[in-house]
């Protein structure tokens, strides 16, 4: 069994920031990308962020210059700086986690964290 543990979600003013954490154990073989997704009520899961095995990150637009994904392959984490907040970035914020396994890959998913941008 594999557990996704996100945290790090709260309320905070634009123009603040926030970290969110997520963590992977049980049985892993390998990690491959790791990245973040967030669903805003009323519209569809988009792509935040993600950074492959080899550290190369991938941002959406909405959020480049003001969004850090980094991870620690160590502690099979993967983290999320924001700054800037906007109230658009007011979401569901959810850790995806690729194994990869002999047998194949396989996408892990986090139960989410609330993340509000409100004054």
């Known amino acids: 069994q594999v557990h996704i543990v996100e945290s790090g979600g709260g309320l905070v003013q634009p123009g603040g920031s926030l970290r969110l954490s997520c963590a992977a154990s049980?049985?892993?073989?390998?990690?491959?990308?790791m990245g973040w997704y967030r669903h805003a009520s009323g519209n569809q899961r988009e792509l935040v962020a993600t950074i492959n095995s080899g550290s190369s990150t991938n941002y959406a637009d909405s959020v480049k210059g003001r969004f850090t994904i980094s991870r620690d392959n160590a502690k099979n984490s993967v983290f999320l700086q924001m700054s800037s907040l906007k109230p658009e970035d007011t979401a569901v914020y959810y850790c995806?986690?690729?194994?990869?396994?002999?047998?194949?890959?396989?996408?892990?998913w986090g139960q989410g964290t609330q993340v509000a941008v409100s004054s």
């Open positions: 995806n986690v690729v194994l990869a396994t002999p047998r194949g890959e396989y996408d892990y």
């Open positions: 049980g049985s892993i073989f390998s990690i491959g990308a």
